[in-house]
């Protein structure tokens, strides 16, 4: 009994030591492992604090003009800067767009041709580029667009625009635009599009329709307000948009503006009568535009002034005249989710000549007084209903047209309506796809009004890099 018990109390020790070195080989791991931990913290403790400081970037205000234009070409800058020698460094943008159609009209070709606004507009036989869009029945290549963007250097930004059509091609824009000025001030020099109202800036393959409005057709022309000249714009710095321009340009436009004089000549006697060009820059603009929210709501709104002289000839008689354009616009646009959009637009236009009027007559020249004071609007609601879905109404109006010719009222008919519908499909933001509906009742020969009725297919197609189109 006595062995006994000696040999459990021996075992008992010994295995009372055994789990007593078990532990402290337990607390010698841990202690190792907490040690490991402190070295990691220290470590990175110390990286962080070697790390330089990174400043905090705020995004530029939208009332510095240069803050913005800084930020938005900083990469290209980059690309410019890294190696000057690298010739992709220096290729421009480019983008190539094609507009095609198929017309069908109640009026053949070559009376179409005929067909006049009176006291307002007749074609003009010198169109090429954009022009008289869809004007043929069957199928008409309207027009393809090639367009160049580049910077210069860190001070200039250069654009062109040249369209192509059957009869030949031209530069319709070519200008260079700051990109820095001090103050919230643009300034662009060259030939480009004038910011006069809401469309005329647009180019064709941007507007929500296949041809531009009746108000745009009779005071700007076919190709709408496109002058050399120089403009000059300043961002005010409000907490909502505030846009104010001024321009100076050449004035050649051949509906409202034209510097350059003209000749007459009596068909019967074959007498001639001069008048002289204008002094240029004949044409003086200025605008102001303003846009905010409400909401999921879109505003904007600008005022427009234009002021020249205007000579123009037909035939045996000629005008000259000084011209006062006034024109409204209004946008609103309803953002319903991330796709889907209302959109309600709308111009008005009203245009005030004073002047001479020169014509052969019984045998002789006879100069007489003329005052036009003209006025048209449209309006249009065009809403996207699915991605590639949009469709469209638009109403168009010559509301006002009197002319006064020696004094005297000149009968001239007025209340001249446009109305068309559209529905187009986008595959992509590259094509479209739209088909254009409507009947145009301002159109004249030989006094009688003759409506244009037409059903127009357009195709419209767009590779390269080409630049957002502005809101």
């Not at 879109?298 to 005249?321: F, I, N, P, T, V």
């Amino acid at each position: 009994m006595r062995n006994t018990l000696l040999i459990l109390g021996i075992f008992s020790l010994s295995f009372a030591q055994e789990n007593l070195q078990e532990l402290r080989r337990q607390l010698e791991e841990q202690r190792r492992l907490i040690r490991e931990l402190e070295k990691k913290i220290e470590t990175l403790e110390k990286s962080q604090q070697a790390k330089p400081e990174v400043k905090e970037t705020t995004r530029p205000s939208p009332a510095d003009r240069s803050l913005q234009l800084r930020s938005k070409f900083e990469d290209r800058l980059k690309a410019y800067q890294v190696s000057p020698f690298k010739q992709t460094a220096f290729l421009p943008d480019i983008s190539f767009i094609l507009d095609f159609s198929a017309v069908g009209r109640n009026r053949k070709d070559e009376e179409y041709k005929e067909l006049k606004i009176p006291r307002l507009w007749h074609r003009h036989d010198d169109e090429h580029g954009h022009g008289l869009l869809n004007e043929r029945r069957g199928f008409n290549l309207n027009y393809g667009e090639l367009y160049l963007y580049a910077p210069v250097d860190p001070y200039f930004d250069l654009y062109a625009t040249i369209p192509f059509s059957e009869d030949g091609a031209k530069v319709e824009e070519a200008y260079a635009v700051t990109r820095g000025l001090p103050g919230g001030f643009q300034l662009k020099v060259g030939k480009f599009r004038s910011s006069f109202g809401r469309l005329n800036a647009q180019h064709p393959h941007a507007w929500d329709f296949a041809h531009q409005p009746l108000p745009n057709k009779v005071f700007l022309g076919d190709d709408g307000l496109v002058e050399k000249g120089i403009g000059i714009n300043w961002l005010a710095p409000t907490p909502f948009y505030l846009l104010l321009g001024a321009e100076v340009l050449q004035g050649e436009n051949e509906q409202s503006f034209g510097y350059k004089g003209f000749e007459i000549e009596d068909p019967n006697t074959h007498n001639t009568f001069k008048v002289e060009d204008k002094p240029v820059p004949n044409l003086y603009l200025g605008y102001v535009k303003t846009s905010f929210d409400l909401g999921n709501l879109s505003l904007l709104a600008g005022l427009s002034y234009a002021q020249g002289k205007h000579r123009h000839a037909h035939d045996d008689h000629g005008l000259d005249a000084k011209t006062k354009l006034y024109g409204l616009d209004l946008t609103a646009r309803y953002q319903i989710d991330s796709v889907r959009y209302i959109a309600l637009q709308g111009e008005y236009m009203f245009r005030d000549q004073d002047g001479t009027e020169y014509e052969f007559e019984n045998g002789g020249l006879e100069q007489k007084g003329v005052n036009k004071k003209q006025s048209g609007f449209y309006a249009q609601l065009v809403g996207r209903f699915h991605k590639q879905w949009r469709a469209g109404l638009r109403y168009e109006l010559i509301n006002k047209n009197d002319v006064k010719v020696g004094g005297n009222k000149v009968s001239t008919p007025d209340n001249l309506p446009a109305y068309y519908a559209m529905i187009e499909y986008s595959p992509t933001e590259f094509s479209r796809i739209r088909l254009q509906v409507g009947e145009n009742r301002a159109f004249y020969e030989n006094g009688k009004r003759k409506p244009v009725k037409e059903v127009i297919l357009q195709f419209n197609f767009a590779i390269g890099a080409h630049g957002a189109h502005p809101f």
